[in-house]
C-alpha cells in the first residue's frame, strides 16, 4: 500500500493553489509533475560538478561524466537492456523516433512497406511520412474499433515480406489503451521487419523490458516519469545502432576528423553529437531512482484503483461519452459531453482549480475517427487521489450545468 499524503509531500507543486483553488492535477499525461529529489538533484549538479563531459582532464569534468554514464547505468538496469551502449541519450521521444526513422532512409527503397498504426501520436506518424517521401516506401495503417482497439487482425493481414518497419505506441496519449505490443513485435519480426515501440506514455506506469519484449528499438521521454524536461532515451538494438547511420554530425559522435574522411565513434557516442543536456541526463537517473523506489507494482495497482474510481464516477454524469473503452488500459479517460466543446469544459473547470488537457492531444486521426474536434483527457498519476477525482466530476458537472 502507498501512503499517498507522504508521496504528495514529495511534490512541492501539489501544495499550491490555483484561481484560489487547491490544484488538482490531472494532467500527467502532457508532463509529470517532480518530487523535490529531483529539483534538488538538478540544482546540485550546477552547484558542485558542473562542467563538460567525455573532454576534460580535470576533476569537475570527471565528476560530471561519471555521474552521467551512472545514469545511463541505471536506465540500462530499468529497462533491461542487454548493453549500456545500447542506451542513448535524446531529448525526448520524438528525437528518438526521429533518429531511427532518418537512419532508416539509408536502408529502404522504393515500394518497401513502413506499418503505423490509427493511434498514434503525430510524433510516431509525421517522420514516417517524411521518410516515405524520401525513399519511395509505402506507410500502412493499423485501424482501430468502436472501443479505441487496434484491429489485429487487420494488423496480420497488413504484413508481408514488403514490411521493412512497423512502429506502434505501446500506450495510447490519447485515449490510455494498452497494445498487445509482444504479440506485434513476434509477428512483425517474423517478416523480417524491425519494430520500433513509442514508450512515451508507458515508462510513467510500468517497466518495460526490453530484451523480454524483443523489440528493436524503444523511445521513451524523461519528463514524463518525474524526470526534467528535454530528457530522453532510446534503446536500439546494438545491431540496428551499428546499421544506422549517425542522425546529427558534430563533436563527441566522431572518432577522426580529416578534411578528406571522418570515422564515427562507436556506440553510443555515435548518435550524441554536440553537448548534450547533461543535468538533465543525470536527474534523470535520479526520477528513474525515484520511481523504484516507489515500486511499478505499487504505481500500477493503484492507479488501476483511479482509473476504476473515474470511470465509476464520470459515467454518473448524464451525456457523458468516454473513449477507449479497450480492455487493458492506463490511467487515462477521455470523454465529453454532448453539445459541448471540450475545451469550453476545460476553460471552466480550469477556475475551480482543475487541470486537464483538452483538444485532438497530437492524436487527429483518432478524433476524425470518432468524428469529434478533441476530447477531455484527465490523466492520472500515483500522486493523484480519489478525493481529488470527486472534485473534477464536481467541476464537470458545473460546467455541463453552464453551459446547456
Same mark, same amino acid.
Given at each position: 500500500m502507498l501512503d499517498i499524503q507522504k508521496i504528495r509531500a514529495d511534490f512541492p507543486i501539489l501544495s499550491q493553489t490555483v484561481n484560489g483553488k487547491p490544484l488538482v492535477y490531472f494532467d500527467n499525461g502532457a508532463t509529470s509533475q517532480k518530487p523535490q529529489v529531483v529539483i534538488d538533484a538538478e540544482v546540485k549538479y550546477y552547484q558542485e560538478i558542473n562542467a563538460n563531459i567525455h573532454r576534460g582532464v580535470h576533476t569537475l569534468s570527471q565528476l560530471a561524466t561519471d555521474a552521467y554514464e551512472v545514469s545511463r547505468g541505471k536506465v540500462k538496469e530499468h529497462i533491461n537492456a542487454k548493453h549500456a551502449h545500447e542506451v542513448l541519450f535524446?531529448?525526448?521521444?520524438?528525437?528518438?523516433?526521429?533518429l531511427v526513422s532518418n537512419g532508416f532512409t539509408a536502408i529502404l527503397k522504393p515500394g518497401d512497406e513502413v506499418i503505423v498504426s490509427s493511434l498514434e501520436h503525430h510524433s510516431n506518424i509525421v517522420p514516417w511520412q517524411m521518410l516515405c517521401e524520401k525513399t519511395g516506401a509505402i506507410l500502412k495503417v493499423i485501424p482501430i474499433n468502436e472501443n479505441g482497439e487496434l484491429i489485429i487482425e487487420e494488423f496480420d493481414? &497488413? &504484413?508481408?515480406? $514488403?514490411?521493412?518497419?512497423?512502429?506502434? %505506441?505501446? /500506450?495510447?496519449n490519447a485515449l490510455g489503451i494498452i497494445n498487445p505490443i509482444k504479440y506485434i513485435i513476434d509477428r512483425a519480426h517474423a517478416v523480417g521487419a524491425a519494430v520500433? /515501440?513509442? =514508450?512515451?506514455?508507458a515508462v510513467p506506469h510500468l517497466k518495460p523490458d526490453v530484451q523480454e519484449l524483443d523489440c528493436d528499438f524503444y523511445a521513451f521521454s524523461g519528463h514524463k516519469m518525474c524526470g526534467p524536461t528535454g530528457t530522453g532515451i532510446l534503446y536500439g538494438k546494438e545491431e540496428w545502432l551499428n546499421k544506422l547511420p549517425p542522425y546529427q554530425g558534430g563533436g563527441e559522435m566522431i572518432k577522426e576528423v580529416t578534411f578528406e574522411k571522418t570515422t564515427y565513434a562507436d556506440l553510443p557516442h555515435k548518435f550524441e553529437a554536440g553537448t548534450?543536456?547533461?543535468?538533465?541526463?543525470? +536527474?534523470? =537517473?535520479?526520477?528513474v531512482d525515484y520511481l523504484n523506489n516507489i515500486g511499478f507494482e505499487n504505481i500500477q495497482a493503484y492507479e488501476h484503483e483511479l482509473l476504476e474510481y473515474a470511470t465509476k464516477r464520470l459515467s454518473e454524469i448524464e451525456g457523458l461519452r468516454i473513449y477507449g473503452?479497450? $480492455? %487493458?488500459?492506463?490511467?487515462?479517460?477521455?470523454? %465529453?459531453?454532448?453539445?459541448?466543446?471540450?475545451?469550453?469544459?476545460?476553460?471552466?473547470?480550469? $477556475? &475551480? =482549480?482543475?487541470?486537464?488537457?483538452?483538444?485532438?492531444?497530437?492524436?487527429?486521426p483518432i478524433m476524425n475517427f470518432f468524428c469529434i474536434p478533441g476530447t477531455i483527457r484527465a490523466s492520472f498519476s500515483f500522486y493523484n487521489t480519489k478525493?481529488?477525482?470527486?472534485?473534477?466530476?464536481?467541476? +464537470? $458537472?458545473?460546467?455541463?450545468?453552464?453551459?446547456?
Open positions: 535524446t531529448s525526448g521521444t520524438t528525437h528518438g523516433i526521429n493481414k &497488413l &504484413l508481408s515480406d $514488403k514490411t521493412k518497419v512497423v512502429t506502434v %505506441n505501446h /500506450i495510447s520500433l /515501440i513509442d =514508450g512515451a506514455q548534450p543536456n547533461i543535468a538533465g541526463g543525470i +536527474v534523470l =537517473g535520479t526520477a473503452t479497450g $480492455k %487493458n488500459k492506463a490511467s487515462v479517460i477521455s470523454f %465529453n459531453i454532448d453539445g459541448i466543446h471540450p475545451y469550453d469544459v476545460g476553460s471552466i473547470i480550469d $477556475k &475551480l =482549480g482543475i487541470a486537464v488537457r483538452t483538444g485532438h492531444h497530437c492524436a487527429q478525493e481529488e477525482i470527486d472534485l473534477m466530476v464536481d467541476a +464537470v $458537472k458545473k460546467a455541463q450545468t453552464m453551459l446547456s
